[in-house]
């Protein structure tokens, strides 16, 4: 209850300084230097507060049909772990991070919805055990086996499914937000 009365308390006295400075500067109490603001717009990436990129995340974990440049989903996108996900996937989950590396086993879900594993390690192949696998679920283009790719996603969990020779392996799964294909047979 102290959250949320916390939070309308905030709105209140947002909406309110948003209302004066509207009147300060219809009034031309408060007049902007065009050049000021063009350059304090310009800054705005490099000085973004934690906290904003943060509230960013997580409205693209709900939303991933938001459209980000690289540059945005870079200042975003965490530092990860294999084992670390699988270990405290709470810490992860809602987070982006950047995965690369070719397709091992694609399923289609419906006409443009898509599962498939990426293999995030492939210079360790073909030793079963050392395969670490992340599913990506991704709604738009079809990628085949073999493409190479360069992914952007939300952490959403751990699923255990059977990999290419059958065993069951704990995986992260991400939603994609943006992938670039690498190199596409």
């Given at each position: 209850?102290?959250?949320?009365s916390?939070?309308?308390?905030i709105?209140?006295?947002?909406?309110l300084?948003?209302?004066v400075?509207?009147?300060?500067?219809?009034?031309?109490?408060?007049?902007?230097?065009?050049e000021?603001?063009?350059?304090?717009i310009q800054?705005?990436?490099?000085a973004?507060p934690?906290?904003v990129i943060e509230?960013?995340?997580?409205?693209?974990?709900?939303?991933?049909?938001?459209s980000?440049s690289?540059t945005?989903l870079?200042?975003?996108?965490v530092?990860?772990?294999?084992?670390?996900i699988?270990?405290?996937?709470?810490?992860y989950?809602?987070k982006i991070?950047?995965?690369?590396?070719?397709?091992h086993r694609?399923?289609?879900?419906?006409?443009d919805?898509?599962?498939?594993?990426?293999?995030t390690?492939?210079?360790?192949?073909?030793?079963?055990?050392?395969?670490n696998y992340?599913?990506?679920?991704h709604?738009?283009?079809?990628?085949?086996?073999d493409d190479r790719?360069?992914?952007w996603g939300?952490?959403?969990?751990?699923s255990?499914?059977p990999?290419?020779?059958?065993?069951?392996?704990?995986?992260p799964?991400?939603?994609?937000i943006?992938?670039n294909c690498?190199?596409?047979?």
């Amino acid at each position: 209850m102290k959250k949320q009365s916390k939070k309308i308390g905030i709105g209140i006295a947002s909406v309110l300084t948003i209302g004066v400075i509207r009147f300060m500067f219809l009034n031309g109490i408060i007049a902007f230097n065009q050049e000021n603001l063009e350059k304090s717009i310009q800054n705005i990436p490099d000085a973004l507060p934690k906290e904003v990129i943060e509230d960013a995340t997580n409205m693209i974990s709900k939303s991933p049909t938001v459209s980000l440049s690289e540059t945005e989903l870079k200042q975003m996108t965490v530092d990860w772990n294999y084992n670390d996900i699988l270990r405290n996937i709470k810490d992860y989950k809602g987070k982006i991070i950047r995965i690369e590396g070719p397709i091992h086993r694609t399923e289609t879900i419906s006409a443009d919805k898509f599962e498939f594993l990426v293999l995030t390690n492939p210079h360790q192949f073909p030793t079963p055990d050392k395969h670490n696998y992340i599913m990506v679920e991704h709604i738009g283009a079809r990628f085949l086996n073999d493409d190479r790719i360069e992914v952007w996603g939300t952490v959403k969990r751990v699923s255990e499914l059977p990999t290419l020779f059958g065993v069951e392996q704990l995986m992260p799964v991400i939603t994609a937000i943006k992938i670039n294909c690498l190199k596409c047979t």
